[in-house]
């Protein structure tokens, strides 16, 4: 079942929770229904029992194996069936097949 853009920006801001709640790190800009991840916005990350503020892509490349996109963040597009593609050097754009 595909999910819709709506739901996908549910479940990534819930895997990376905004480090403030006004500022998520994933949204649908008004009058569109592309899914947007900011490269601006700071998210958490957990790992055991450590919790570190990131940033989820960085265009340049501190993800290097990923084109600059979190590696679950880049899992996650790919289990949707698509990819990230950069819109600018501060956003991703969730594309499908």
Same mark, same amino acid.
């Given at each position: 079942?595909?999910?819709?853009?709506?739901?996908? @920006?549910?479940?990534?801001?819930?895997?990376?929770?905004?480090?403030?709640? *006004?500022?998520?790190?994933?949204?649908?800009?008004? #009058? *569109? =229904?592309?899914? &947007? @991840?900011? #490269?601006?916005? *700071?998210?958490?990350? /957990? &790992?055991?029992?450590?919790?570190?503020? &990131?940033? @989820?892509?960085? !265009? !340049?490349?501190?993800?290097?194996? =990923?084109? #600059? @996109?979190?590696?679950?963040?880049?899992?996650?597009? /790919?289990?949707? #069936?698509?990819?990230? *593609?950069?819109? =600018?050097?501060?956003?991703?754009?969730?594309?499908?097949?």
């Amino acid at each position: 079942m595909k999910k819709s853009n709506k739901q996908v @920006v549910k479940e990534v801001n819930k895997m990376f929770p905004p480090v403030n709640s *006004e500022y998520p790190i994933c949204f649908i800009r008004e #009058g *569109e =229904t592309m899914v &947007i @991840v900011s #490269g601006e916005c *700071e998210a958490f990350e /957990t &790992i055991g029992d450590e919790k570190f503020e &990131i940033m @989820v892509c960085d !265009y !340049y490349d501190q993800y290097r194996n =990923t084109g #600059g @996109v979190h590696p679950i963040l880049f899992k996650y597009a /790919t289990e949707l #069936g698509g990819y990230w *593609e950069w819109e =600018t050097a501060g956003s991703l754009v969730l594309v499908r097949d």
